[in-house]
């Protein structure tokens, strides 16, 4: 199997070159070359495995130029009770009658980026190995909470890696800054940016290109790659998921095997709803995509109208880790609605870079509509759907998750479809306390943190998960924060390239 730069079809590359690059050298992103299939019959022999046995069966279909043993030797390690709180690594719980909610967020970190951020580092480790790479691999990271945390547990002390996270030193939440700040690891480093996460994004990305810090990087032995959901070696793993809460439905009796099923994800980047784009063209059973957004709608809006525009205001919700307006995965699905047409994709992401928006032609419009349904909802629908939830069946969910219930519901009341649904729960309630309170209890809190997370646990039948628990007697360990425009002599300092 080799893998395309979706700008540039004739750039043909294999998994542990996709993985190792991250992204293609002209900007595009890698994809398959085609999508391996996926039988019942298959689906029925993954429902007798485990879990880290069902990813391994998966990634055997993606990554070809991996050995048995290599991809057993990465999965072994990143799916154990190690690393997760509960046996199943991906929970199922059954919300109401035929609603189940796929919980991605028993690991380390505590949100569904952990599903994939465990493993990166045995891919990424792996691949270097693989092509003979000898340099040490550099993770640099912006982020708006999430992706860094679940970074930086899974790169710690891994061999041959060294990861930097940049932060903005107002925007992300107190819970999320402290599990940075905190992070153990004699590879790590964090540093808070006076700017927004976009400062951070651009920051990295003006690093990423800069021929001097390259060429002393090269120079000293070392080479950047990524752990944003541009890499394939992120993408993948998220498709096992699907498949695999699919085969224990079908196990438990849940559904009949064939039966199709509706999938709901909370989306920003467009990588965790794409995975389940890529299991159903696979052959999983599934019917409707429902893409819930906040209130940074760009996506709804492409999916209604075949219109991409991102010129539009920029709002700071409760659900912080969708507040994006560039999806960059998108790139790979319209890769695959237009056939591959590489000339294309350029065209509209010129664009996109240029004008910010683009708009799509009417037979990819028409696929948009009959494979995806988009909906979104504001801050106080999400807060009252927590609510809801929580009065009706004792269930509490985090901001992100409820998006995506507002959502569901909305689909439910306009079409009638009452096919069984899976519901991605992207984040543990506690990550985000204050919004999660404040939506059961109706009025805001004066609390701290920790006073929240334990006023939370009275109330609700979820045990704070060990991982956030732990936090409150830890030391901080990083401190430093700097002028966006310093990054550059921060990243020189500290790769001792100066
Ligand atoms: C990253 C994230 C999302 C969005 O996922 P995408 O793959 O970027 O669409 C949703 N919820 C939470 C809690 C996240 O951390």
Redesign the pocket.
Known sequence: MFYKSTRNSSIKVQSAEAITQGISEDGGLFVPESIPSLTLDEVEKIAGMSYSERAAYVFGKFLTDFTEAEIRYCTDNAYSTKNFETESIAELAELFDGTYMLEL?HGPTC???DMALQILPYFLTTSAKKINLDKKIVILVATS???GK?ALEGFKDVPGTQILVFYPEDGVSPMQKRQMTTQLGSNVGVCAVKGNFDDCQNGVKAIFTDKEIKEKMNNAGLMFSSAN?INWGRLVP?IVYYISSYATLAKNGDIKLGDKINVV???????????AYYAKKMGLPVNKLICASNINKVLTDFIQTGVYDRNRDFYATC?P??D?LI?S?LERLLYIITGQDDAQIKEWFGALAKEGRYEVSDEVKKVLSEEFYGGFCDDAQTKATIGEIYKKYSYTC????AVAVKVYNDYKKETGDDTKTII?S??SPY?FSASVLEAIEGKTSDMDEYDMVNKLSELSDIPVPEALANLKDRERRFSDSIEKSEMNSYVLKDFGLE
């Open positions: 967020w949100a569904f980026k909470g999430d992706t679940a959901s998220q994800v909370p989306t920003g980047n467009f990588g965790n709803i794409l995975a659900s880790s969708m994006i999806s995965n985090d901001t992100h998750t991605a992207t984040a990550k």
